[in-house]
């Protein structure tokens, strides 16, 4: 149960970094070592630039949309608006003024510039996360050899941690060392 917890994941971490260690020495050569540098580095340059490129995206649509809302606002303001209405029994009624309703606000601008720079970011960072993905696997890629070393060394990986993961589901779990 622990287990599910993040903050008692630190020991296991540190047991799959230690295991991917140990193929990347054992397993690859530095060529292709050197590769998964390169397309490692690739994915972050992305990821990087694309979030870079997405808030200023969403800093530009915040800028133009509360540009487009004042000019809306002043618009109205100017505009020659009805003051009573005229009901058909010939009662009259007074309109209200509502133009200091729909005034824009330091706090609807400052919502305004958080959520779309905070959209753009996200935006831009999925989609440089998966330019850089894309480029990071023609680099893997390039070299057919290469590559089958690196999955090779993966799939070996993947089967440590699956023999370490059924060791500790057979071994007894903390409880039972405790109440045992």
Known sequence: MSESLAAFRDQ?????????EEHLQHDLT???????????SKVGTHAKIG????????VYCAVRLRTMRLAYFRAFRAAEKPVEVK??????EPVPDITQQLSPSK???????????L?????????GL?????????????DPEA???????FKNYQIDVMKQQIQQMEGKSKLEKIFG
């Open 12 to 20: 296991r971490s540190q047991e799959l970094r230690r295991l991917a």
């Open 30 to 40: 530095q060529s292709d070592r050197d590769t998964l540098n390169s397309a490692g």
């Open 51 to 58: 979030s870079l490129v997405g808030l200023g995206l969403g």
């Open 87 to 92: 009901f058909a029994d010939g009662r009259t």
């Open 107 to 117: 706090w609807g601008d400052a919502a305004t510039y958080f959520f779309f720079s």
């Open 119 to 127: 959209g753009g970011l996200f935006l831009g960072g999925e989609l």
């Open 130 to 142: 998966l330019s850089g993905t894309a480029s990071a696997s023609r680099t893997i890629t390039k």
């Open 147 to 153: 590559k089958e070393r690196i999955e090779r060394a």
